[in-house]
């Protein structure tokens, strides 16, 4: 079993900033990726933030220049240091960890999700 969790979530004023978390334990034998969506309520998952293990990076146009993905491959563990944080970056913030595990099985697990709230 491989568990993902992430923090650091909560309320911040337009323009302030926040750091997420994300740690993913368990039966993992590596991480191939790991990254961030969002969701605002009634629709699909957006990608934010993605991060391979060799470190390579993709980020949504929308985020581009303000939020910054980095991750431990020792401790499997990542953040998201989100800056210039605006009203529209508001909803609930996903991690997920692509896993190949130490029974040799490839799956995505997901976190149960942090709340961010921009609002002044």
């Known amino acids: 079993q491989v568990q993902v969790v992430e923090s650091g979530g909560g309320l911040v004023q337009p323009g302030g900033s926040l750091r997420l978390f994300c740690a993913a334990s368990?039966?993992?034998?590596?991480?191939?990726?790991m990254g961030w969506y969002r969701r605002v309520p009634g629709k699909e998952r957006d990608m934010v933030a993605t991060?391979?293990?060799?470190?390579?990076?993709d980020y949504a146009d929308a985020v581009k220049g303000r939020f910054a993905i980095s991750r431990d491959n020792a401790e499997n563990t990542m953040y998201l240091q989100m800056n210039s944080l605006k009203p529209e970056d508001t909803p609930v913030y996903y991690c997920?960890?692509?896993?190949?595990?130490?029974?040799?099985?490839?799956?995505?697990?997901w976190g149960p999700g942090t709340q961010v709230t921009v609002s002044s």
């Open positions: 991060i391979t293990c060799s470190g390579t990076t």
């Open positions: 997920y960890a692509a896993v190949r595990t130490r029974e040799m099985t490839y799956n995505t697990y």
């Open positions: 368990g039966s993992i034998y590596s991480i191939f990726s």
